[in-house]
């Protein structure tokens, strides 16, 4: 065939080309009525046109596209062609020759790249009565639209499973109304378990219809369509307000269940969807908080700044926005900086993946810490076995759903489940301290060691727990795998032997855990304290949390002798500090008292640290040998060791012999910060 070497204009590129109205008004008189099964309608469609126009420019384009034209005039019954849309073509051929039809096609384009290649795509359907050439295209492009990603398919006949998909689009399409007004479209709804109590804390609302024609269908029968037709907000309107009818109701009965609608991206485009919410939650006396509507962020596009706007409207009004399906292709990470979600919900496909693929374990337990940190909610979706849920418990992912728990049910079902089984609800009045928890993260390493990795490397190793301190003593919440060996390295199963253990000595540790618990509490600040059980060393950090009705939950972070590489040195001198016999201090560069162990306050007989803080030995004015001990200090601050050096100080106004040391401190850059002495006492002074 013979293509112009270069292509003028777009008259040129099209030349022959006719509109898509000329072209059907031609077909219809001139091929209807059709013969059944004696022509077929074609729909070309030339994936990748664009991107090989960037990468080899629009002439060479053009060439290619009007090479494919000539072909397919030489080949059309009659020569008609019509142009579809952008990279659209459509034409008829007789019957016989659909065959190998788009292969035929794909010879004629040039070869590029390993892949993403210039492809015809072909959809086809053979015309019969009653119907006319739009009702041919349509299917045909539909049956175009049909062809999936699989290399080698490249056509596609309308067939009869085809005919099915097709007549339910434009049932749904045409009956929508009717449905809602016959009361076809139901509500459905799926528990959300919170992972800290393995309980039901909420459910998400999910669309059914329940058709004459084709009998019960899914939300993907129905939804995708509906957005095309740009009618979804009819539907969601409808759910929504199923939902807050069916929570009135189960208020009534006495069960109060928070729950979740989806909204369509196009819902904030087709109707005020924010104000329509905001009515129907108003006629049922929904209070805001406890109903979330989950929104799929797309990264980009026409919908990106209203639905921006729409997620800070319904954020303001106090509902709770969740971003729904997040990591997969339509949600961003720009849009959960920039946007005031409360909750991020994951998708299944992310974590269908973690069981084979340890980088979906990285990506996901980065992704919850990541969501934690920004103050963000995460909850998994698709849960279906154990080991998915040990691994999100793992990584302190607070809520997750899925067919493990339970499938989406009626609503009434899933209410007389609840009732039957009201001990695994969680009190609505504890959710907001269960979710001031479910914000602590703790990771840790059950997911490595569940799958048979050694403990990878991006899961926590310091011990860190949960403490509940309650009437009845204090209980574990949560804790991270760290936690639970270094109980196991002092001798204990778990907290509550520990606890006995500690109260059947001394009680000490108690006492400063519940001590450190109670300023904590006070001061809003980590409290610390140190303890030796089983010669095992300890150094604690205990904060406040959260309370609820004679319970409060605190955060415990330890570090031990136990996992020594992390040892810090706070907890290592804390150590000697205590631990020496020796009576210890330090001070500033100006000689000032910074801090002193018990045992020197002991000695003097002070009450505590604040009795010496900021004060030099002449402020105390206590030293018989005043000025030879300040001669110490002053060689000391520049750089000299003072070592058992034989000195007198008055204790309890009695003087006493002692033993002294005495160093400088050097801050990490080198210079002298201040000086650190410990003495040991001989007693009454004895003259020599
Ligand atoms: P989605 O919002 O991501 O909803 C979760 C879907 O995953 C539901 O499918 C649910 O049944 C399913 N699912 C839950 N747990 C599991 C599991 O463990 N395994 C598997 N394989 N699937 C699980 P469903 O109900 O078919 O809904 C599909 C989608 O349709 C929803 O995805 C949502 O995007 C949309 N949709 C549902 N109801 C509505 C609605 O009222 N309005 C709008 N606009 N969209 C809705
Ligand atoms: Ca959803
Ligand atoms: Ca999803």
Known sequence: MAAPSTITDQRDLFDGVLTRVAFSEHIDA??????????AMCFLHLDNLKHYNRVYGITEGDLVLREIIDWVQETAVRGFVARYAGDGFI???????IEGLADSINVRL??????????????????????????????????????????????????ERLQVIFDKR???VDHLDDAIAAGEIQAWAQPIVRLLTG?????????????????????????????????????????????????????????EVPFGINLSRLDFELCDIFAIVCAIADEYDVPHEQMHVEITESASGRHKELVGDGVRRFQEAGFTVYMDDFGTGYSSLTSLISLPFNVVKFD?????????????????????TTAKRLGIKTLCEGVEDEDQLLFLKAVGCEKAQGYYFSRPMPHDDVMTSLDARAHDRDLITDYDYLDTIGQINLLDGTSADLHGVEAASF??????????????????????????????????????????HTMAGDGRVNARAVHAAELAKETGEPQYFDFIVNDVFCSASIRFIAESEGREAYLNIVTSSENSPLISDRVLLRGMIDGMHRKVFWKDTDRRFLGANDEFLDFFGFEGLGDVLG???????????????????????TGKTITDMKRICICGGVPHDIVVNKHPLYSVNGAIVGLVGYFKDLGPHVEA
């Open 170 to 172: 434009a049932y749904v």
């Open 348 to 368: 299944k496909e992310l974590l269908d993946r973690v069981q084979q693929d340890e980088r979906a374990r990285v990506v996901l337990s980065d992704l919850i």
């Open 30 to 39: 001139s091929l209807v009525p059709f013969a059944d099964d004696v022509y």
């Open 110 to 159: 040039p070869t590029y790249g390993e892949t993403d290649g210039l492809e015809a795509k072909l959809g086809i359907c053979s015309c019969r009565r009653p119907m006319g050439a739009e009702d041919c295209v349509e299917r045909a492009r539909f049956a175009c639209d049909s062809i999936l990603d699989e290399p080698g398919t490249h056509q596609y006949l309308f067939d």
């Open 91 to 97: 034409f008829v051929v007789r019957r016989e020759q």
């Open 199 to 255: 309980r039901i804390c909420e459910v998400e609302v999910l669309a059914r219809w329940k058709s004459d024609r084709f009998g019960f269908l899914y939300p993907d029968e129905f939804v995708p369509e509906l957005e095309r037709q740009r009618l979804i907000h009819k539907l969601d309107i409808e759910v929504i307000r199923l939902a807050c009818k069916q929570w009135d109701e189960a208020r009534r009965a006495g069960t």
């Open 615 to 637: 004060k030099t030995d002449e402020d105390l004015g206590w030293n018989v040998t005043e000025e030879l001990s300040r001669l110490d200090e002053v060689l000391v601050l």
């Open 459 to 500: 899961l926590g190793q310091y011990p860190i727990a949960v403490l509940e301190f309650r009437p009845d003593g204090i209980k574990l919440l949560e804790r991270n795998i760290a936690y639970l060996r270094l109980l196991e390295k002092m001798g204990f199963h778990d907290l509550e032997s520990f606890v006995e």
